[in-house]
């Protein structure tokens, strides 16, 4: 299969730090084609830029003129531009790819200024970014002091989710104002603001301590670019571009006296995830739950009931951890009277009561874990945070559902004690935009997770529940498999997952498919 094209507008860093050099490390490393479209020239090494010339504008449109006609992109990416003409011509461009291409991705990387502390845009060049490349940017990736320029006077630098409003008041469809280059030696973490149609937040990641960072929003914006391009929508996009530029500041080395140009590698998208924030508090007050319990959650067969009757019929086959899901009780003390019985049941059992979604009666009522979705996450004000985290300093677990990379990410910020991947199979148990994962996906999210993944969704006989084991997972869900007659289908389901866990593995893939594609996104 041909590697997607990404078109990288941008400038030729002579000391290959930076611009097309950098976008070229990337583009390899993240599996698509770049075709490097020159706008700009500059004599630099690691230490200055001495000199920029902008390409001419007739140049620049011949180069892409010859790229539409055979190379057409599925992504394109923009960094430094020049000039005012420049930008314009990029402009026109990509209204013309548009007419065949309505959702083609455009990644604004607003090059405004060198990491040495060159300028490299006069007023005149801000204000062309912002009539004509911020309206078109399917996503712009600044960092604070770019999207203060750009945003000009309507907000304070500090206040990043404030400029990534003024941005798209601009029309950025998507902005995430990257905080890699800011100076807090004291901080842990690298804060990037996001902001996109599927979530925002603060996306973090563990701060690098090292000066060889030449290249890093170029790398951000490239990887953002070949993740679209690989059909991920932007909030997906955002983690991958992520994970990829702090994969490659760790690499980052001196080359010259200056500092030295990061570099990426095709290994980064097994590397580990940053974390999403619920909200725009700060990542510390969403992850106060406490580090998660010694004994890991291994739960083999799940079993997933909408009755306290049902529980006990799944007990009594040999299930050992049962969530009760009651969606929509008739009346609260009923709900009250499920969780009850459930739990007499699960308790004489010695197995596991997970209750979904009504967290505070399962604490009230002693149930061992509560499983959230991620709509019932971001209900969570702080008060309920506080309570939750409280509760699982006492013992309760913790289960999150997760259907993407940006909800794992989410996930990840509460320190769950385990995470449901789904639906690795097509399920009709409920109604949600998602493409299947398929096993490939469900190992990549048992190598890259970091806690246990249950697998859920479509799972229908045991030979899924043993391909399910195969890949990895710590257990699996079970919904209409074992409803009608769990006596007789339990038995069968637990030798399968145990045939599965004595099984040769299935490798994970390097890369996960996206679960919901950009085509989707944007109906």
């Not at 941008?10 to 000391?15: E, M, P, R, T, Y």
């Not at 992504?75 to 003409?85: C, I, M, N, P, R």
């Not at 499920?338 to 009561?353: C, Q």
């Amino acid at each position: 299969m041909k590697p997607p094209i990404v078109w990288s507008v941008a400038g030729l860093d002579s000391g290959g730090g930076a611009g097309l050099g950098a976008d070229q490390r990337m583009a390899e490393a993240c599996g698509v084609h770049l075709c490097p479209v020159a706008a700009a020239l500059t004599a630099q090494n690691s230490v200055a830029v001495e000199r920029v010339q902008a390409v001419e504008p007739a140049m620049l449109e011949a180069q892409l003129t010859a790229l539409a006609s055979d190379l057409p992109p599925a992504a394109v990416k923009t960094g430094l531009l020049g000039s005012v003409e420049n930008v314009a011509v990029l402009a026109r461009c990509i209204d013309r790819l548009r007419e065949r291409d309505p959702a083609l991705p455009v990644i604004v990387d607003p090059v405004l200024r060198a990491s040495t502390g060159a300028a490299f845009a006069d007023e005149a060049l801000i204000a062309a970014y912002r009539a004509h490349l911020v309206p078109r940017a399917s996503a712009i990736t600044p960092n604070r002091a770019e999207a203060t320029r750009l945003a000009g006077p309507v907000a304070g630098p500090a206040d990043l989710p404030a400029l990534a409003r003024a941005l798209q008041a601009m029309g950025a469809a998507s902005v995430c104002i990257t905080g890699g280059d800011i100076e807090e030696p004291e901080a842990a973490e690298a804060l990037d603001w996001l902001v996109t149609a599927q979530a925002r937040g603060w996306l973090a990641a563990e701060r690098v301590a090292t000066a060889h960072t030449h290249g890093s929003g170029c790398s951000f914006a490239s990887a953002w670019a070949a993740a679209a391009a690989r059909g991920f929508v932007d909030a997906d996009a955002a983690v991958i571009a992520k994970m990829a530029a702090q994969h490659a500041v760790r690499r980052g080395e001196p080359l010259g006296a200056g500092a030295g140009a990061v570099r990426a590698e095709a290994g980064f998208i097994l590397g580990r995830l940053p974390r999403l924030s619920l909200d725009a508090a700060p990542i510390e007050a969403t992850v106060e739950a406490g580090a998660r319990l010694a004994s890991r959650f291994e739960p083999g067969l799940y079993a997933i009931v909408d009755s306290a009757e049902a529980a006990e019929r799944v007990v009594r086959a040999g299930v050992r951890t049962v969530q009760l899901r009651i969606k929509a009780p008739n009346d609260a003390q009923a709900l009250r009277t499920a969780i009850v019985r459930a739990r007499v049941a699960t308790r004489a059992a010695g197995a596991r009561l997970v209750v979904n979604d009504h967290w505070a009666l399962a604490i009230e009522l002693g149930a061992d874990a509560v499983h959230l979705g991620q709509e019932d996450l971001l209900a969570l004000d702080a008060a309920q945070r506080r309570a939750l985290a409280a509760a699982r300093h006492a013992g309760l677990r913790l289960g999150i559902s997760s259907h993407s990379l940006w909800e794992l990410c989410r996930a990840l910020a509460l320190q769950p004690d385990y995470v449901a991947c789904g639906p690795v199979w097509p399920t009709t148990t409920k109604a949600m935009p998602w493409h299947r994962q398929g096993l490939g996906n469900l190992g990549w999210w048992v190598r890259a997770a970091g806690v246990p993944v249950v697998a859920i969704g479509g799972v229908l006989a045991p030979a899924q529940a043993a391909l399910a084991a195969r890949c990895g997972a710590a257990g699996v869900c079970l919904v209409r498999a074992i409803n009608v007659d769990p006596s007789s289908s339990v038995p069968c389901f637990a030798a399968a997952w145990h045939e599965g866990r004595a099984a040769e593995p299935i490798p994970a893939p390097s890369w996960p498919v996206p679960s919901l594609p950009r085509a989707q996104a944007s109906s």
